[in-house]
């Protein structure tokens, strides 16, 4: 049984900080890519950023780069979003997703967990 788990969202003032956690069980961790995805009030999910599966290569969202940093732990079959200088507009629900590096196909997706920025 595979399983994608989303932690560490919550409530967080303007300009704070959060750090998303994501872990996965019932897969070889290290050949997935790891990717967080969003879904705000009204709009479509999108893509965040994303992580190889040897944690070589990333890519964000033009909206995050330089405020997100995304980071993987093999060894803990986990995978982190660091958010800084969070903005009202980063409000959303976060998802985490593993999608195995050969067979697209095997693709893994959190509950997600609840993202808010206001004071």
């Not at 994303?50 to 033009?62: E, H, K, P, R, V």
């Not at 060894?75 to 999608?99: F, G, H, I, W």
């Amino acid at each position: 049984q595979v399983q994608v788990a989303e932690s560490g969202g919550g409530l967080v003032q303007p300009g704070g900080s959060l750090r998303l956690s994501c872990a996965a069980s019932g897969v070889t961790f290290s050949r997935y890519a790891m990717s967080w995805h969003r879904q705000g009030p009204g709009k479509e999910r999108e893509l965040v950023a994303g992580i190889t599966s040897a944690g070589g290569s990333t890519n964000y969202a033009d909206s995050v780069k330089g405020r997100f940093t995304i980071s993987r732990d093999n060894a803990k079959n986990t995978v982190y979003l660091q958010m800084n200088s969070l903005k009202p507009e980063d409000t959303a629900v976060y998802y985490c997703n593993a999608r195995h590096l050969y067979w697209s196909a095997y693709d893994y997706w959190g509950q997600g967990t609840q993202v808010t920025v206001s004071s």
